[in-house]
């Protein structure tokens, strides 16, 4: 062999390992990946011919495959258009997947590894392939009355069972219906799509984990759980309350929502300024505890860190990074550079329910292969211990002052103590506020933990607050949870 063919040789053998490898290195290590890519064609037209599994809500489908009869063999639906939409997200051919059919697309159409048994079994006796079932653990009850509250309204609803983290309800106003975007007629898809992207009010935005918003009062929560962690406050400890507070560094003062002084005292108890959401008497506490002990009991409850990974583009609360005097008085009230999703909201109160301890936040129960054997159960995981169980009993206490004695009894419900706490958070000057309210009940044995967040509402601006707007909403999805 002479030495040009013999390079030549080798050259092609070196080529024919390299091809091998990355052969190997795809199939092994990013197959997954790259099927489960939006824009693969080829991928996309094979899937579309798989029986795609249900998602389903106990035994009820909020989303199916069904036959079409046209060029694709399935056509997938969604029985309860918008209602759970912001959790199924779609299944569209132009489009992708967003939402539970995005992240867990694998499973539904049958091709995750853990479900390699039954594609060989599927090979071997000539069936075609078949997608799994992924159970969520929402409550229909409970989306149900979160959707409807929210009628009229831009806004959104998260409801989780404190002990465990399973989320119950998800809702968010205004909303799109799924059967537009999964449609085969490319035409009617691109059109809805189009309209859906040009609407200003963002319905194919998940409010509940995808925007974050000023929380307001009901982060006084997470103040006064530092104030009571630090040792220097209890429930009865008197706080600095006048009408306005004077600021350092600021000729701005830090003022009362109706403008006096809290409950009928310059210097309240740290019970009674939570009763009636005393800016002034928090702004006092935030200065004191500094920034530094603020944020370190939110990133407890969760902030600064991603908390649901079930769903795609979950945005992660925060508490800004290092506040000045006057910026860190506003941020103890939930203002300034504050930002937290409804979700995040919805973890505090579920974490004060459950003695202080933050569960990890869960959408799916389980998955199932098509011949119902359990791939993957969901088991309750623990976050964080964001204050002791001393500490959760003196807040829930306090929070139930606030339901039955304060700006909270909206959201009372009759034979039941709840523990809530409302919120108006203050946005633009020519905008109005965002109205919050967080709760969770049986105060003595929670079975859920709730906030709403209404963005906007067809009322008068005197009428927007937390009290007014979200706490019935708030109600009505705990009645749902507890049979009421």
């Not at 219906?177 to 490319?186: K, M, V």
């Not at 005292?265 to 939570?274: E, G, K, Q």
């Not at 902030?303 to 000045?324: H, I, M």
């Not at 606030?402 to 419900?413: D, F, L, Q, R, W």
């Amino acid at each position: 062999m002479n030495s040009a063919i013999r390079r030549l040789a080798v050259a092609a053998i070196i080529l024919m390992l390299a091809l091998m490898a990355n052969s190997t290195y795809l199939q092994a290590f990013r197959s997954n990946e790259i099927n489960g890519r939006n824009d693969n064609n080829r991928v996309r037209d094979s899937q579309f011919s798989v029986n795609r599994g249900p998602i389903l809500i106990g035994s009820t489908p909020v989303a199916q495959s069904k036959e079409s009869g046209d060029r694709f063999k399935y056509q997938r639906t969604y029985p309860a258009g918008q209602v759970y939409a912001p959790v199924t997200g779609f299944y569209s051919y132009l489009y992708g997947r967003g939402g539970i059919e995005l992240t867990m697309n694998s499973e539904l159409n049958g091709s995750d590894p853990s479900m390699a048994f039954r594609r060989i079994i599927d090979v071997i006796s000539n069936r075609p392939q078949q997608g799994g079932s992924v159970t969520l653990t929402l409550n229909a009850a409970a989306q149900q009355a979160a959707y409807t509250g929210l009628a009229g309204k831009t806004g959104a609803v998260v409801a989780i069972e404190p002990k465990t983290g399973r989320i119950l309800a998800m809702a968010s106003r205004p909303s799109y219906d799924p059967n537009q975007l999964a449609s085969h007629d490319n035409e009617k898809v691109a059109s809805a799509w189009k309209n859906l992207n040009a609407d200003k009010d963002k319905p194919l935005s998940n409010r509940a984990v995808q925007e974050l918003y000023p929380p307001g009062s009901t982060f006084k929560l997470v103040t006064a759980a530092a104030a009571l962690s630090s040792g220097k406050f209890a429930p009865d400890t008197k706080v600095h309350s006048p009408a306005e507070l004077p600021l350092p560094q600021t000729t701005v003062p830090l003022v009362n929502e109706d403008g006096k002084n809290c409950g009928g005292s310059n210097n309240a108890t740290l019970t009674v300024a939570l009763r009636y959401s005393c800016n002034t008497a928090f702004g006092t506490v935030g200065m004191e505890l500094g920034p530094d002990a603020l944020r370190e009991q939110a990133a407890k409850f969760g902030f600064g860190a991603r908390p649901l990974t079930e769903l795609p583009s979950v945005a992660t609360s925060r508490f800004p990074g290092d506040p000045n005097q006057p910026q860190t008085a506003q941020s103890a009230i939930g203002q300034f550079d504050v930002q937290a999703t409804p979700l995040q909201m919805a973890m505090v109160a579920a974490g004060i329910a459950n003695k202080g301890e933050v569960m990890k936040p869960y959408l799916v129960q389980n998955v199932r292969t098509p011949d119902l054997k359990t791939v993957s159960e969901t088991k309750p995981e623990s976050l964080h211990q964001a204050v002791t169980p001393q500490v959760a009993s003196q807040l829930t206490a306090m929070m139930v002052d606030v339901v039955a004695n304060g700006t909270g009894k909206p959201g009372a419900i009759s034979g039941v103590q709840v523990a809530g706490k409302t919120g108006t958070a203050q946005t633009a000057k020519d905008r109005p506020p965002f109205a919050w309210f967080t709760a969770f009940a049986p105060a003595d044995d929670p079975k859920v933990a709730v906030a709403v967040l209404i963005e906007k509402a067809d009322v008068a601006r005197d009428d927007v607050a937390g009290g007014k707007l979200a706490a019935p909403i708030a109600k009505k999805v705990m009645e749902a949870v507890l049979g009421q």
